[in-house]
């Protein structure tokens, strides 16, 4: 058990550009999650994959965010023209189904800071 | 729609003293009760969780919280910390009833433990 890892672990980009984070979930774990979190505040629920169809989609998740889990393995996130409101610690998690009682196993988040 | 609030942002505390950590949930439906901790550049961890059953829970290292339906609550408490147990304090929910894992949470609680 490897844990959940996330890449990159800091990403710095200016305004406009467009930005990509991997995660890498527990293996042998369905259930992929997607939550943002600003400072002094605690995480918030963006997205989550079963498998590879992304069930839920958070209203936060505007149309310049996409999410994918193209082979129920490691999914990408990804924001198009970003902005300066997008500065973040974006964290990953997974977890085996069934069950809203399965813990979820977070990894260590990529930092995103918009210029 | 479901709420978490956490009473306190930062509590002081000095070590081998008692601590309480207070969390009320807003929710019209059943939910699973959740502490999760994160130390200083980690990823989050659970802590505990209450799922059903006896309304006191506890972790290994020695937390506990306990589960009030009446007063909405479940604070987390531990009768002497130590200066390791100085970290963010999340509490979340997530609906029994479906079966997402989303997990809602508050906005946290620094627990600092002082020598």
């Known amino acids: 058990d490897t844990g959940v890892s996330q890449d990159p672990r800091h990403k710095i980009t200016k305004r406009g550009q467009n930005v990509t984070f991997r995660c890498d979930p527990i293996?042998?774990?369905?259930?992929l999650y997607w939550y943002r979190q600003t400072l002094g505040q605690g995480p918030e629920f963006l997205t989550y994959?079963?498998?590879?169809?992304?069930?839920?989609k958070s209203r936060l998740l505007s149309d310049r965010f996409s999410a994918e889990r193209p082979k129920g393995s490691f999914s990408t996130l990804e924001i198009q023209r970003t902005e300066q409101g997008d500065s973040a610690m974006y964290l990953c998690?997974?977890?085996?189904?069934?069950?809203?009682?399965?813990?979820?196993?977070f990894g260590p988040g990529t930092r995103l800071t918009v210029l | 729609a479901q709420s978490v609030t956490q009473l306190d942002s930062q509590v002081p505390v000095f070590e081998e003293a008692p601590v309480e950590l207070r969390c009320n949930y807003s929710?019209?439906?059943?939910?699973?009760l959740f502490w999760y901790v994160q130390y200083p550049n980690q990823g989050l961890q659970l802590l505990l969780k209450?799922?059903?059953?006896?309304?006191l829970v506890e972790s290994i290292n020695g937390f506990e919280a306990e589960f009030n339906k009446s007063q909405t609550s479940f604070h987390l408490r531990k009768p002497s910390v130590h200066i390791s147990d100085t970290a963010e304090y999340f509490c979340?929910?997530?609906?029994?009833?479906?079966?997402?894992?989303?997990?809602?949470f508050g906005q946290g609680t620094t627990l600092q433990v002082k020598p």
């Open positions: 929710s019209s439906v059943s939910v699973y």
């Open positions: 994959f079963q498998n590879e169809a992304q069930l839920e």
């Open positions: 998690a997974s977890s085996r189904t069934p069950g809203s009682f399965n813990e979820q196993f």
């Open positions: 979340a929910v997530s609906m029994s009833y479906r079966n997402t894992g989303k997990l809602i």
């Open positions: 293996s042998e774990h369905n259930r």
């Open positions: 209450y799922l059903s059953g006896s309304t």
